[in-house]
Antibody
Framework: QVQLEQSGAEVKKPGASVKVSCKASGYTFTSYYVHWVRQAPGQGLDWMGIINPDGGYTTYAQKFQGRVTMTRDTSTSTVYMELSSLRSEDTAVYYC?????????WGQGTLVTVSP | QSALTQPASVSGSPGQSITISCTGTSNDIGGYNYVSWYQQHPGEAPKLMIYDVSNRPSGVPDRFSGSKSGNTASLSISGLQPEDEADYYCSSYTTSSTRVFGGGTKLTVL
């Protein structure tokens, strides 16, 4: 079945970077876009951007432009999301999700905690 | 891109029907038939319930339905069941090829 398996929880200090991975299985990796969405504690969903695994083309939300980089490795069917210059407000669960105009399925989420 | 507007909470009794609204602009909901809805239980990842305004993925009960009029989309749930209690989020494609979510609605089944 289609699955997205994300990397484990991270704890980072302010100013550092974090790189979260999302390994796809059960479908042709290059045939579907992958989104990144984050959810701060007790808050709603926030769309970060999208990557086309076939070519690596990306579109980022304006609020993350300059701080986020999405890449992919077609040899391992894995997409990555790197967020730099971390601050406390970046503490959140980060999800990857397959799709173009909608999101299905979702990964299990990766908790990133930013704390001094 | 501003978030889509949803009511913070709605409630209903088992067996009743409820509707959750999601209001955007002509740059998102009003401009495309690419509205989707997600259900999220505490501690879990969101689950797709409706896509392209009114289509249900396989496995989603037909008690769930979606519609759109102008810049406002709606999710309706009939025959409410206790397991429907969750947070619900709408999402839309936008003119800048980005995606936007609503702020979320907490559904309480009384």
């Amino acid at each position: 079945q289609v699955q997205l398996e994300q990397s484990g929880a991270e704890v980072k200090k302010p100013g550092a970077s974090v790189k979260v991975s999302c390994k796809a299985s059960g479908y042709t990796f290059t045939s579907y876009y992958v989104h990144w969405v984050r959810q701060a504690p007790g808050q709603g969903l926030d769309w970060m951007g999208i990557i086309n695994p076939d070519g690596g083309y990306t579109t980022y939300a304006q609020k993350f432009q300059g701080r986020v980089t999405m890449t992919r490795d077609t040899s391992t069917s894995t997409v990555y999301m790197e967020l730099s210059s971390l601050r406390s407000e970046d503490t959140a669960v980060y999800y990857c999700a397959r799709g173009s105009k909608w999101f299905d399925p979702w990964g299990q989420g990766t908790l990133v905690t930013v704390s001094p | 891109q501003s978030a889509l507007t949803q009511p913070a909470s709605v409630s209903g009794s088992p067996g009743q029907s409820i509707t959750i609204s999601c209001t955007g602009t002509s740059n998102d909901i009003g401009g495309y038939n690419y509205v989707s809805w997600y259900q999220q239980h505490p501690g879990e990842a969101p689950k797709l319930m409706i896509y392209d305004v009114s289509n249900r993925p396989s496995g989603v009960p037909d008690r769930f339905s979606g519609s759109k009029s102008g810049n406002t989309a709606s999710l309706s749930i009939s025959g409410l069941q206790p397991e429907d209690e969750a947070d619900y989020y709408c999402s839309s494609y936008t003119t800048s090829s980005t995606r936007v979510f609503g702020g979320g609605t907490k559904l309480t089944v009384l």
